[in-house]
């Protein structure tokens, strides 16, 4: 979209036009440049030719922002911004019981990431969302996540059942088997700790993997999530 302009032609500031016309009267570029410093380093129009979209700008990691010449503040802002918009897509309250339940609802913290990303869901005893967290966050070919994190943020939720997933920015979500291994520890854990692991979501660009599904943890594999009673292994 052209930047707007008052009769005579003549540009008007980003603040003109948001109080005129609404912020989303603003192109990409003015939209960046009202988050990064006046001093920066990057002219916005610029960077976004040579990444492409606003999409893909916002889903890099800072080290990807860096080799672009953003500077370390403008990158968390960029990133402040990614955040706010995975937060809003959160739905605290919702009912995930089945793996399909559970891809559905996480597919969409996948799109346009450049790296991986490791979360968790907390589930109370009806299955409702009590907590949705990013845990960690790597580079295109991985990220680091260890049983101790991420049990320790189920017990600080209080969690009854907790959902681990992550992203493959290739695209494909076939587990790899570094994602099995992990997986299989998980499951140890939970059963010490008395919290059910009921999957572990691995997202693609356009489909996901239950873990569950996949090992036939179930004889059903659209069998709900049901914690088992007190003293029983988890399936």
Known sequence: MNAPKPAKGKPISVAEATALF???????HQLLETLFAKDSPVEPLELLAQVG???????MG???LRALGVSPEDAARLEVCGEL???STRTLGARLASPRMAGTYLLPKAAGLSAERFGILCLNARNEVIADRILSQG???????????????ALRHGAV????WHNHPSGDPTPSQEDRELTRRFRLVGEYLGIFFADHIVLGSDTWCSMRTEEGWDRDVEMAFAAPAEGEPQS
């Open 85 to 87: 918009q995975r937060r």
């Open 53 to 59: 979209t606003l999409q893909a700008l916002i889903a």
């Open 62 to 64: 800072p080290i990807e």
């Open 139 to 153: 580079t295109a070919t991985g990220t680091l996540i260890s049983p101790r994190e991420f049990y320790r943020e």
């Open 22 to 28: 609404g912020a989303d009267a603003l192109s990409d």
């Open 161 to 164: 059942t907790v959902i681990a």
